[in-house]
């Protein structure tokens, strides 16, 4: 799977706030997802996964809502700090076979 | 735990040269391991997928023989840029898939990338 996407939508929130990224996936038949947050010129970094049997999972500052009905992922960070700012992407995967990306979203903190 | 690297993390060559990337799992052994390229404010193209062992299956559109993938062990994979060219230029990045829990499906940890800018 390959996703190619051009002028990565950007969100712009205050330090401090709460972020929420969304992502819309394409196949229903897709079981498990990921998200992936990519710093300036370094590599993807796995941040929270999620299973088609669930609907929300939560880790440290991160939230992970799952809405199948409408094929919506979306992740949420609490207190959003500096250190957030980069592109987050979400990844839908099917058992056994390729990863599909997102386009990304630029997530920007303003202090 | 899961830690993947790449090497080098940054390569500047001449146009018509070759250039290898490495990729190795540092912690964990890698049943397939992923090559992807990505342009700025681009999200991840898949170039290939290998396996240890076997030959890498290439992605529509990408020249079989102008990206050369080995998969010589279960932690290491080498991409080689052959006869490199500007356009060429690009962040390259490589990931390793390890089974995951109940379920068997995979998870892919990525490496930190390689930017290969080719004069």
């Known amino acids: 799977g390959e996703s190619v996407g051009l002028h990565l939508p950007t969100l712009s929130v205050q330090e401090g706030d709460n972020s929420i990224i969304n992502c819309a996936y394409s196949n229903s038949a897709s079981d498990y997802f990921i998200w992936y947050k990519q710093e300036s010129g370094k590599g993807p970094q796995f941040i929270i996964d999620i299973r088609s049997n669930m609907d929300k999972r939560q880790g440290q500052r991160v939230t992970v809502l799952l809405n199948k009905t409408v094929k919506h992922l979306s992740l949420q960070i609490a207190a959003t700090q500096p250190g957030d700012s980069a592109v987050y992407f979400c990844?839908?995967?099917?058992?056994?076979?390729?990863?599909?990306f997102g386009p990304g979203t630029r997530l920007s903190v303003l202090p | 735990g899961a830690v993947v690297s790449q090497h080098p993390s940054w390569v500047i060559c001449k146009s018509g040269t070759s250039v290898k990337i490495e990729c190795r799992s540092l912690?964990?052994?890698?049943?397939?391991m992923f090559w992807y390229r990505q342009f700025p404010k681009q999200s991840l193209m898949l170039m290939a997928t290998?396996?240890?062992?076997?030959?890498?299956?290439?992605e529509q559109g990408v020249e079989k023989d102008k990206f050369l993938i080995n998969h010589a062990s279960l932690t290491l994979s080498t991409l080689t840029v052959t006869s490199a060219h500007p356009e060429d230029s690009s962040f390259y990045i490589c990931?390793?898939?390890?089974?995951?829990?109940?379920?068997?499906?995979?998870?892919?940890?990525f490496g930190p990338g390689t930017r290969l800018t080719v004069l």
């Open positions: 290998s396996n240890e062992g076997s030959k890498a299956t290439y």
């Open positions: 990931s390793a898939a390890t089974t995951g829990l109940a379920g068997g499906t995979d998870t892919q940890y």
């Open positions: 990844a839908e995967i099917i058992y056994g076979q390729n990863f599909v």
């Open positions: 912690d964990f052994q890698a049943t397939t």
